[in-house]
């Protein structure tokens, strides 16, 4: 089996790098928050869980690290919630991969998600993905892959907007290393907002740890990025034109993603963060894995998809 699959990624034109043991293989999905924005949906079920179009939310950011070839996810939940995603994402091994869980009792910040995560990452290199966060892009997973060789240092993803004063922003140089970084500046310093998505090395536990609650008492990710950024240690790569990175915190942004998504799909035939899918044609899983997964999703469009993939 091991040598079938080794052929297959060959045949496929997949790099040597896929296999590569010093590549992130590590990641995170940080789903707890309290979405108050989007409250009341969320008083009785957490927004990663609500759809956007025909899928929980929670399975774009996922799709996003099995894109990334990440096979090894620990993803981060409010405290007695831990159930509900247990039903519809278990264990990962009908994907092919290994999904563990971890409980937050009230947000800290996303730094917090590393002190939590300590254990996990076992001093290795390790991404971080917000779990409402939603990207999509032509040749988005050859850029994924490419972040996940980073050695030392953070890398971070960036796209252009339109209201640079509502986000993270950065300043880059010629070769994509970060210059300066500025939280929701009033004046005009850059275009280039941060996302959601983060390639850490090891050392991240340790700057975590070093980090103080801001105003609002919580551990801010730009303090940890800067502390990158003082050892001129932080690179970029942009999601340019044709990409597409949402964030779904509010109800307007929320039912802006799911028609993107629906038209997308409609238009085109295919669906967007099909685990399945991803999962089949990284040969993680067989046609027998496929036939589970339509058994346990029922009679659903998502099932007749999955249908017309291993016909």
């Not at 340019?240 to 038209?263: C, M, P």
């Not at 027998?288 to 016909?311: H, P, R, S, W």
Request: one cysteine or more.
């Amino acid at each position: 089996r091991k040598y079938e699959i080794l052929y297959n990624f060959k045949k496929k034109g997949y790099h040597k790098e896929t296999w590569n043991s010093k590549m992130i293989n590590k990641a995170i999905i940080l789903a707890g928050g309290m979405g108050t924005r989007m409250s009341p949906l969320t008083k009785a079920v957490n927004k990663q869980l609500l759809p956007i179009y025909d899928k929980p939310l929670i399975f774009y950011p996922l799709s996003i690290l099995m894109l990334a070839k990440i096979k090894d996810i620990l993803i981060i939940v409010n405290k007695g919630q831990l159930n509900q995603y247990k039903k519809i994402l278990p264990d990962g091994k009908r994907l092919g991969i290994n999904i563990t869980y971890k409980e937050q009792n009230y947000p800290k910040g996303l730094p917090d998600a590393f002190l939590l995560g300590e254990k996990f990452i076992n001093n290795k290199n390790v991404a971080l993905i917000l779990g409402d966060n939603f990207f999509y892009g032509q040749n988005l997973t050859s850029k994924l892959i490419n972040c996940t060789k980073l050695k030392s240092g953070a890398k971070v993803i960036l796209h252009k907007v339109i209201k640079p004063e509502l986000f993270g922003v950065a300043k880059t140089s010629k070769t994509g290393k970060i210059t300066t970084i500025k939280e929701k500046p009033k004046k005009y310093f850059s275009d280039l907002a941060i996302t959601g998505l983060y390639f850490f090395d090891k050392k991240v536990v340790e700057y975590a740890k070093k980090l103080k609650p801001s105003l609002r008492n919580e551990l801010e990710i730009t303090d940890l990025l800067k502390i990158y950024l003082k050892k001129k240690k932080l690179t970029s790569d942009i999601l340019g034109r044709g990409g597409a990175w949402l964030d779904t915190g509010s109800i307007e942004d929320f039912y802006k993603t799911s028609a993107f998504v629906s038209a997308i799909e409609n238009r085109q035939g295919f669906k967007i963060a099909c685990l399945e899918e991803i999962a089949f044609n990284n040969n993680w899983i067989g046609k027998k894995e496929v036939l589970e997964a339509i058994q346990f999703y029922g009679k659903c469009d998502y099932t007749n998809y999955l249908k017309k993939m291993i016909t």
